[in-house]
């Protein structure tokens, strides 16, 4: 449970900022300013961590207390800097190339992800428990190093002249600003419920396929060295047809076909217990059997969907967000996740020790379904050739 509760406090991270740097943003002429700013603050927060990391292992008083707030502080400084992200990127890449520059992004992440999962199974491995905090100390090194050079290397960008705003707006302007655009703009109003649907399909039962597999299904534990480094290679292959449909077809066909995708999840699950749990010879030196296939089925249908919800809601949204008024646009789309940061701890409470995964099943398949309605409803936003906005803006 703590553990759960310190993974939401750092994903609300990334989503409370946004909302009060609006009215900044808006006044800023130069956006790459304001994210380099931030990119030297979350630096120095991404090296700080090492320095408590080694000094929590070494038993030095509050270090743990240190090493949760540094975690929150870093992902709070990614969410400080995300909205001048967005806004470079809307204003330098044209629509029709977006989703090539967020599928290549996420497919060459997805494949370093893999990576690093070696490189933690080895620095976690019994001959490296004896160093311990030292082992810790280069993974939490590694990841310093390549914050740094992610940041550096986005510092780099140039951006064009922007239209800066007559007057500032307070945090609270812009909330009730975002209230009005709900209102107003039904396609925004779409997006939005449908992203409050997808982290909480995602937060209540998502998280529990793992645990669900191994108490349900009697799969072998060691199954999990294989389901999640197979989900994670699928999110990232997957993301080569999901960045043809956003610059092709549009982001609306993106969003329903990915939608599909979520909705089967699941249904698989629940259709899991089905699938006979009998050892059915040995894959990759691990015993399977057809529950065992079924939730690879499951796990690689997961990491697909939800590389096609990331592709097709950012770029969804950049289209859907005229210039004037994007930092209210994105920053009340953020703001509205901040308390559903915290559904994991609700799914863990819902699931209990009992093990109610069904319920979780259930709920899931009822809200994505309706996930699905609403995106369906959805009108595809582009811009013409011409430069001039399109419907819905």
């Not at 995708?261 to 698989?268: E, R, T």
């Not at 319920?359 to 009108?379: K, P, Q």
């Given at each position: 449970?703590?553990?759960?509760?310190?993974?939401s406090v750092?994903?609300?991270?990334?989503?409370?900022?946004?909302?009060?740097?609006?009215?900044?943003?808006?006044?800023?002429?130069?956006?790459?300013?304001?994210?380099?700013?931030?990119?030297?603050?979350?630096?120095?927060?991404?090296?700080?961590?090492?320095?408590?990391?080694?000094?929590?292992?070494?038993?030095?008083?509050?270090?743990?207390?240190?090493?949760?707030?540094?975690?929150?502080?870093?992902?709070?400084?990614?969410?400080?800097?995300?909205?001048?992200?967005?806004?470079?990127?809307?204003?330098?890449?044209?629509?029709?190339l977006?989703?090539?520059?967020?599928?290549?992004?996420?497919?060459?992440?997805?494949?370093?992800?893999?990576?690093?999962?070696?490189?933690?199974?080895?620095?976690?491995?019994?001959?490296?428990?004896?160093?311990?905090?030292?082992?810790?100390?280069?993974?939490?090194?590694?990841?310093?190093?390549?914050?740094?050079?992610?940041?550096?290397?986005?510092?780099?960008?140039?951006?064009?002249?922007?239209?800066?705003?007559?007057?500032?707006?307070?945090?609270?302007?812009?909330?009730?600003?975002?209230?009005?655009?709900?209102?107003?703009?039904?396609?925004?109003?779409?997006?939005?419920?449908?992203?409050?649907?997808?982290?909480?399909?995602?937060?209540?039962?998502?998280?529990?396929?793992?645990?669900?597999?191994?108490?349900?299904?009697?799969?072998?534990?060691?199954?999990?060295?294989?389901?999640?480094?197979?989900?994670?290679?699928?999110?990232?292959?997957?993301?080569?047809?999901?960045?043809?449909?956003?610059?092709?077809?549009?982001?609306?066909?993106?969003?329903?076909?990915?939608g599909?995708?979520?909705?089967?999840?699941?249904?698989?699950?629940?259709?899991?217990?089905?699938?006979?749990s009998?050892?059915?010879?040995?894959?990759?030196?691990?015993?399977?059997?057809?529950?065992?296939?079924?939730?690879?089925?499951?796990?690689?249908?997961?990491?697909?969907?939800?590389?096609?919800?990331?592709?097709?809601?950012?770029?969804?949204?950049?289209?859907?967000?005229?210039e004037?008024?994007?930092q209210?646009?994105?920053?009340?789309?953020?703001?509205?996740?901040?308390?559903?940061?915290?559904?994991?701890?609700l799914?863990?409470?819902?699931?209990g020790?009992?093990?109610?995964?069904?319920?979780?099943?259930?709920?899931?398949?009822?809200?994505?379904?309706?996930?699905?309605?609403?995106?369906?409803?959805?009108?595809?936003?582009?811009e013409?050739?011409?430069?001039?906005?399109?419907?819905?803006?």
């Open positions: 449970m703590g553990v759960g509760l310190l993974a750092i994903s609300a991270g990334w989503n409370w900022p946004p909302v009060l740097f609006a009215g900044v943003m808006e006044r800023t002429r130069s956006l790459m300013l304001h994210y380099r700013l931030w990119a030297v603050a979350r630096v120095a927060l991404a090296w700080a961590l090492l320095w408590a990391v080694l000094g929590a292992g070494r038993g030095q008083p509050h270090a743990l207390w240190l090493v949760a707030g540094l975690m929150l502080a870093l992902s709070s400084a990614g969410g400080c800097s995300i909205l001048a992200f967005m806004s470079v990127v809307s204003d330098t890449i044209p629509p029709r977006r989703g090539r520059f967020f599928g290549i992004r996420y497919l060459l992440g997805g494949l370093l992800t893999l990576l690093g999962a070696w490189f933690v199974k080895r620095m976690l491995s019994e001959e490296q428990r004896a160093l311990f905090p030292s082992n810790y100390g280069w993974l939490f090194g590694a990841s310093a190093l390549l914050q740094t050079l992610a940041v550096l290397a986005f510092s780099f960008s140039e951006e064009y002249p922007r239209r800066v705003a007559s007057r500032w707006l307070a945090p609270i302007a812009q909330l009730r600003r975002g209230r009005r655009l709900l209102s107003r703009d039904p396609d925004y109003r779409s997006i939005v419920i449908a992203r409050l649907l997808l982290w909480t399909t995602s937060g209540l039962a998502l998280p529990f396929l793992v645990p669900f597999a191994l108490d349900e299904l009697r799969v072998d534990p060691e199954a999990v060295g294989i389901f999640l480094p197979v989900s994670v290679l699928a999110y990232s292959l997957s993301n080569v047809l999901w960045s043809y449909l956003s610059d092709g077809p549009g982001n609306r066909i993106l969003l329903v076909t990915s599909l995708c979520y909705l089967v999840v699941p249904a698989m699950g629940l259709a899991a217990p089905l699938w006979s009998q050892p059915a010879g040995t894959f990759l030196g691990v015993a399977t059997s057809p529950a065992f296939w079924w939730m690879l089925a499951v796990f690689v249908v997961a990491g697909v969907s939800r590389a096609g919800q990331m592709v097709g809601h950012t770029n969804y949204l950049l289209e859907l967000s005229p004037r008024s994007r209210t646009y994105l920053s009340f789309y953020y703001a509205t996740s901040v308390p559903l940061s915290f559904l994991p701890v799914g863990a409470v819902l699931i020790e009992e093990g109610r995964y069904e319920i979780g099943f259930a709920i899931t398949l009822l809200l994505s379904a309706l996930m699905l309605w609403v995106l369906y409803g959805l009108r595809e936003v582009r013409d050739e011409s430069g001039t906005e399109g419907d819905g803006q």
